[in-house]
């Protein structure tokens, strides 16, 4: 495998616009650079670590190619059919060749190539963005289990789709874009979804050191089975946040979870619990995942009961 390293995205918040850019799905999986030899693949994470013997299902090389290097994500699909880290994760660090087996046979992958960096010993590094994509278009890819993402001119349209859908996001790309390994570069842009939603508090963790400086939410959703704990949120809790939080909470204290479900350990260690009538608007990253991904505080929503949601 050459020691290269992913060229990586630029995070951003406007789609460019224009036909100098290309769009795609931002995949919520494992980056991975892909190199074949002969009748070998050798799998290489995003760190420089050679993670192959996890993934024996994507070992078959594609049909006609001697030598190449590609980059890509591995994904999983969750219960919802949408890519879901947390599901390809069960099966990142494992490395016994039974639990392996067991573990690709219950969730399949597939490796979706969205760049070639050599072929049959031609770097390919040097060429616009849109010329290593044509030559990867013309490598049969069957029957390896990779799969080439589809390219879309309409970023802005791309974006809402994948918002719609529940999608991480898109990444844009320069179409004359050099692929520059290692660099974070304004030639790849990442535009990541946010999605708001309004949620119940349950309770709150201190500042460590502290008893009464408020630092986290415990917060749930309500479901027919009664409150359901979505996780923990500490992002946009500053100190006028944590002040005015505090007063909010404080009468409303009570002995045990509001929570219907058990709530992990890590969590529930030191947190006051709290009746549940207040809610809040968090800002998370994805939607439909039992727990809150990358939640930031927005508010409190005094227009809002539990009842409403």
């Known amino acids: 495998m050459p020691e290269l390293r992913p060229m990586l995205a630029t995070p951003d918040t406007h789609v460019p616009l224009g036909e100098e850019w290309c769009h795609e799905v931002k995949w919520d999986g494992v980056r991975a650079l892909g190199a074949i030899a002969g009748r070998t693949v050798t799998l290489t994470s995003r760190n420089g670590n ?7 299902d994507l070992a078959a090389p594609p049909a006609g190619v001697r030598e190449a290097v590609v980059d890509g994500e591995i994904i999983a699909l969750n219960e919802r059919g949408v890519p879901d880290f947390r599901v390809v994760a069960e099966r990142m660090h494992v490395r016994n060749a039974t639990t392996v087996a067991r573990l690709a046979a219950r969730i399949p992958v597939t490796y979706m190539v969205f760049d070639l960096l050599r072929l049959d010993g031609e770097d390919l590094c040097g060429l616009p963005l849109h010329e290593r994509r044509r030559r990867l278009a013309d490598v049969d890819l069957a029957p390896s289990g990779w799969q080439v993402p589809v390219e879309y001119d309409d970023g802005a349209m791309l974006f809402e789709a994948t918002r719609a859908q529940g999608l991480e996001g898109i990444v844009s790309k320069r179409r004359d874009s050099t692929y520059r390994p290692g660099e974070r570069t304004h030639h790849w842009l990442k535009l990541p979804h946010r999605h708001r939603g309004s ?17 986290a939410l415990l917060v749930g959703e309500p479901t027919a089975g009664g409150l359901a704990f979505r996780g923990r949120v500490g992002s946009g809790i500053g100190p006028k946040q944590s002040r005015s939080l505090a007063e909010l909470l404080s009468p409303l204290t009570r002995p045990a979870s509001p929570f219907a479900d058990e709530v992990p350990r890590v969590d529930a260690d030191g947190t006051t619990w709290v009746e549940p009538v207040v809610v809040v608007d968090i800002d998370t990253h994805g939607l439909g995942y039992e727990r809150l991904r990358q939640p930031s505080y927005q508010g409190v929503r005094t227009d809002l009961t539990p009842e409403d949601l």
Request: zero cysteines; aromatic letters at 12%; charged letters at 15%.
């Open 50 to 56: 050679r993670i192959t013997p996890a993934w024996p």
């Open 199 to 215: 949620f119940v508090v349950g309770g709150w963790r201190p500042q460590v050191g502290t008893s009464d400086r408020l630092a």
